[in-house]
């Protein structure tokens, strides 16, 4: 693509120029599709850098500074050495620079201050020799969202963050390539966060005892600290010998605290609020008396570090007088955990003011820690240019410790500042040691992992090509598990094969027409603890039970597509693509409800008939200033879980939703200036098998204009006007018509 050829606001930085290239999009998470394959890497001028942070490129480099944007496979690190495509390599974007912006230093700066007190501070710098890159990057602000003006986004108000976070970071990369063989890149960066939020949740409870109505509302303040390096060396001499050395380091720190409050009524209430819910044994509730099942107030006060550490090590060998490769690897890594938690709450029940429970808990959260060491070899056998088979086997050891220790403290010894985190003498906390919901879990792991795959590839002529690809991994785990909590003891050991029947991956075409299919089935296996037959009570309305007849579940997922181009120079192109995925004993938290209560107890299960598929049309007009877009998408899951009213018996229940929705937008540039519209909706039918189940049928509808016109003297407004509609829910408050404006 080349950069030039469109029409992007004054200032503008690459994200705005990716959104506009034909076939390709962009969501406001980073994730990057290219005629509906995502792209694995973003590069600069042909190498990694700022060590995979898409935003940092995205958000940063100015797209003025762009010659280029290519798209490809590149070759991996084993391809490289070979001399052939193995199958490693990745799908990536690679931005070329304007030969003026590669040499020297290049620098970009924000800032601005608002109503509210808002607040933005950046500064952006890039230098460049002939053999190194170095960026540096400082960003300051709490404005939790930038929406500027753009042809297309994918924001939607549902989306939008809450609360105020307040951001300060930095970092610097660097790539530095002396000669053909080495290179040496990394990247050093801190981040500190200060989050105030909250959330509100009204939820219906579809219970064929009558359905129940829960309200929910937490209030938040998270304050982190990280630390983050990562780094490696190369060297590469193809056709020889190729070292990849590869440590990273991360720290960082937490002080969580949350307020939570949250009631539950056999009938629905508009309105509720936190502070209705804090007062409503205060006499002026009876309504709400008359229907409550519980309440609780809770504070919740975690503070906390974390490190985490490792690396890896690996040659690549090429065998003389063959195109065979054969890489050696090792590898190992370490982390650990330490939090204490401060917790309080008071339950009731129905209509009684008097708590029926009431705790000063404070949980000791350590030590916690994980390891693994390994090492794998890896054989290449090229047959010639167009087949290859790759072997492989790897051993691995993994240990983890979690220790958890629960200590109730009396009221009377937790004092005022308890849930502000300070703990009273070790006297009286100690005292109150519950041993019934402490535990210490260690878990052993020695991996067996066989790997076998072939690849075919084809090459008819320049454009014309074939690929197909099929993996077959078995790992082969022995774990040993010693699991202690009260009187319970537990140490087994458990010998399973995860299979993983095969991963085919099939691409053929050209350039302007192109077929893929890719496929995938394995076995999943439940986690050992959740096998444990243990009773937690530490949430006494929600008791979590193990359940030690857990079974692997089996999944399958299969996903296709075919394009072609068509038109001037092939920029019309009509896509097609389908996904579809079955999983067989698929794993469910299902759980029995008290209606007295309230009080739900739960497991997971094995439940069958999970399922989904999806099918989109895509559609893309590019000619003579005019370009269309239009996504039509159908699709239809069906999730199972397992509910018990009143009794142990758990009844299975199947939810339905059918969904479709259409996405267009139209743009339309003369000379310097364009003009677009746009249009989106979605509608979701959720049906189920229970017999007091409401069906829903919900819409969700976006629509709005754009203008970025050039007025004389240089100057330039760019401008988008953004109206959002939902309609069909049951609670009126989701009912919404919001509007966004943007001008510059």
């Excluded at 402490?438 to 090509?465: C, F, M, P, Q």
């Excluded at 267009?664 to 189920?688: D, E, H, I, P, Q």
Aim: proline residues 3%; charged residues 20%; aromatic residues 14%.
């Amino acid at each position: 693509y080349n950069a030039d050829a469109f029409q992007l606001a004054e200032g503008s930085m690459l994200d705005a120029l990716i959104e506009q290239l034909p076939g390709v999009t962009l969501d406001d998470n980073g994730v990057i599709k290219v005629n509906g394959r995502t792209v694995e890497s973003l590069i600069l001028n042909g190498k990694d850098f700022f060590n995979g942070n898409k935003e940092l490129m995205l958000k940063n480099i100015g797209s003025y500074m762009v010659k280029n944007v290519e798209v490809y496979d590149k070759a991996g690190f084993r391809s490289e050495i070979a001399g052939t495509d193995i199958g490693d390599g990745r799908y990536v974007m690679d931005v070329k620079l304007k030969r003026e912006y590669m040499m020297g230093i290049n620098m970009n700066t924000e800032a601005g201050y608002g109503s509210d007190n808002r607040y933005l501070g950046r500064i952006f710098a890039m230098g460049f020799t002939p053999t190194a890159q170095i960026s540096a990057f400082f960003n300051a602000n709490n404005l939790n969202e930038s929406q500027k003006p753009q042809i297309y986004s994918s924001w939607v108000p549902e989306e939008m963050p809450t609360g105020v976070t307040r951001t300060l970071s930095g970092g610097v990369d660097y790539n530095v390539t002396p000669n053909d063989r080495w290179t040496f890149r990394g990247s050093v960066s801190a981040n500190h966060t200060h989050e105030t939020d909250g959330t509100d949740i009204v939820q219906e409870n579809y219970l064929w005892g009558g359905n129940t109505y829960s309200y929910r509302f937490n209030r938040l303040d998270h304050r982190r600290l990280a630390l983050e390096t990562d780094h490696s060396v190369e060297y590469k001499r193809p056709s020889h010998y190729g070292m990849q050395l590869k440590p990273y380091f991360r720290y960082s720190r937490r002080d969580n605290r949350s307020d939570d409050v949250s009631a539950e009524l056999n009938s629905a209430f508009n309105d509720m609020t936190m502070e209705f819910i804090r007062n409503i044994y205060a006499g002026n509730s009876s309504a709400a008396i008359v229907n409550l099942i519980n309440r609780r107030i809770e504070t919740d006060r975690i503070k906390g570090h974390s490190l985490h550490t490792g690396g890896t090590l690996m040659q690549t060998f090429n065998i003389p007088r063959t195109g065979d490769l054969l890489s050696i690897e090792v590898y190992g890594g370490y982390d650990n955990r330490h939090d204490e938690r401060f917790n309080h709450f008071d339950i009731n029940f129905g209509a009684d003011p008097v708590p029926a429970d009431v705790a000063n808990r404070y949980y000791k959260n350590f030590p916690q820690f994980h390891s693994n060491v390994g090492a794998q070899a890896k054989y290449s056998l090229v047959i010639n240019r167009g087949l290859s088979f790759d072997f492989g086997y790897a051993f691995e050891h993994l240990y983890g410790r979690e220790t958890s220790s629960l200590f109730n403290i009396e009221e009377e010894a937790a004092g005022a500042g308890f849930t502000e985190g300070k703990l009273p003498s070790a006297i009286e906390h100690l005292s109150g040691f519950d041993r019934e919901n402490s535990y210490i879990s260690r878990l052993t792991t020695d991996r067996h992992k066989l790997y076998a795959g072939i690849r075919v590839w084809k090459n008819y002529n320049e454009s014309e090509r074939f690929w197909m690809q099929y993996r077959f991994p078995i790992d082969i785990d022995r774990q040993r598990l010693h699991y202690t909590r009260g009187d319970i003891d537990a140490n087994f050991t458990r010998t399973s094969a995860v299979l993983n029947f095969g991963n085919m991956f099939i691409q053929t075409g050209n350039d302007k027409k192109g077929f893929w299919l890719n496929w995938d089935l394995k076995s999943l296996k439940p986690d050992m603890v959740s096998m444990v037959d243990f009773t937690d009570v530490t949430n006494p309305l929600f008791i979590r039970k193990g359940n030690p007849n857990l079974k692997n579940a089996l999944k399958f997922a299969a996903d296709m597509s075919y394009q072609f181009s068509f038109g001037h120079k092939s920029r019309n192109q009509l896509r097609f693509c389908a996904d579809f995925d079955l999983t067989d004993n698929a794993l469910s938290y299902g759980y029995t409800y008290d209606s007295a209560t309230g009080i739900r107890t739960g497991s997971y299960h094995n439940v069958k008939g999970n399922l989904g598929g999806n099918g989109e049309i895509i559609y893309t007009f590019d000619a003579n200033g005019f370009r269309i877009y239009n996504r039509l998408q159908g699709g239809r899951r069906t999730n199972v879980d397992l509910v018990g009213y009143d009794s142990p018996v758990l009844t299975r229940s199947k939810v339905y939703d059918l969904n479709f929705s259409d996405q267009m937008y139209f743009t339309y540039t003369f000379g310097t200036n364009k003009v677009s519209a746009s249009f989106s909706g979605t509608n979701n039918r959720y049906s189920s098998t229970l017999a007091d189940f409401t069906n829903q049928n919900t819409w969700t509808f976006r629509s709005g204009v754009s203008l970025l016109y050039n007025l004389p003297a240089n100057f330039q407004i760019s401008t988008d006007f953004t109206v959002f509609n939902r309609r069909g829910y049951t609670d009126a408050a989701l009912n919404t018509d919001n509007f966004i404006w943007n001008a510059r």
